[in-house]
């Protein structure tokens, strides 16, 4: 089964407008993180935000937000008032209880229109 | 502050032939990670070094692909022989603790493209 789920390949969004990127996970361990990363053409992965399983409010940064469902394993990404910078593949990830090592979904592509 | 980086950005190389990455992580940070990302997939970790010891080489293949961290800072990804199907995207990464809690971010380089023709 496949531990992180993106089932959105591709988005095209009306610049300005609120934009929501899906992402269901799955595990066993009662303590882990999730993380979402952008990246753009030029390849590097961007950190924007991080949710840990403990964490009774959703994370926020600036723009982004992160809708934490705990009982639904989901934990959307919603990027506010987009931009055409925003324009990358995005990527939700996890980290189980004590490694350190993250587990990628396959990504969103999203796209910005003027 | 510098982040993570890699070197060569791109290398195109002929099957059977061999390659190295070298990658420089931020300064300071304990934990180094290779990770390999083909096109349309997300990135998959190889190797992860604690300082200059390996902590998880599950998915490293073994009988083409070595990494070291010799000196616990800058590392080499090699790949000898090289097949079409190690043509991807190698990005290195590195977050600061050497042991996890919550939110410890791992910073990523823009990585190294691999074309084996």
């Known amino acids: 089964a496949q531990k992180i789920t993106q089932t959105q390949p591709g988005m095209f969004v009306q610049e300005k407008e609120a934009v929501t990127l899906d992402c269901t996970y799955d595990t066993s361990d009662p303590s882990y993180g999730l993380f979402w990363y952008k990246q753009p053409s030029s390849g590097e992965m961007i950190f924007l935000i991080y949710?840990?399983?403990?964490?009774?409010q959703n994370a926020t940064e600036g723009r982004y937000s992160l809708n934490f469902q705990k009982a639904r394993k989901s934990a959307n990404l919603v990027i506010s008032a987009s931009q055409l910078g925003d324009s990358a593949m995005y990527f939700c990830?996890?980290?189980?209880?004590?490694?350190?090592?993250?587990?990628f979904g396959t990504g969103t592509r999203l796209t910005i229109i003027p | 502050e510098a982040g993570v980086a890699q070197s060569p950005r791109y290398k195109i190389i002929e099957k059977r032939q061999s390659v190295a990455f070298w990658c420089n992580p931020i300064?300071?940070?304990?934990?180094l990670y290779w990770y390999q990302q083909i096109l349309g997939q997300g990135p998959k970790l190889l190797i992860q070094f604690q300082n200059n010891g390996v902590v998880d080489d599950s998915q490293l293949p073994k009988d083409r692909f070595s990494a070291e961290r010799l000196k616990g800072v800058d590392s080499t990804l090699k790949i000898q022989p090289a097949k079409l199907e190690d043509s991807a995207v190698y990005l290195c990464?590195?977050?600061?603790?050497?042991?996890?809690?919550?939110?410890?971010?791992?910073?990523f380089g823009e990585g190294s493209w691999l074309t084996v023709v």
């Open positions: 949710q840990g399983s403990y964490d009774q």
């Open positions: 990464a590195s977050s600061f603790l050497d042991f996890p809690v919550d939110g410890n971010t791992i910073y």
């Open positions: 300064s300071g940070h304990a934990t």
């Open positions: 990830a996890m980290r189980e209880g004590l490694g350190e090592k993250l587990t």
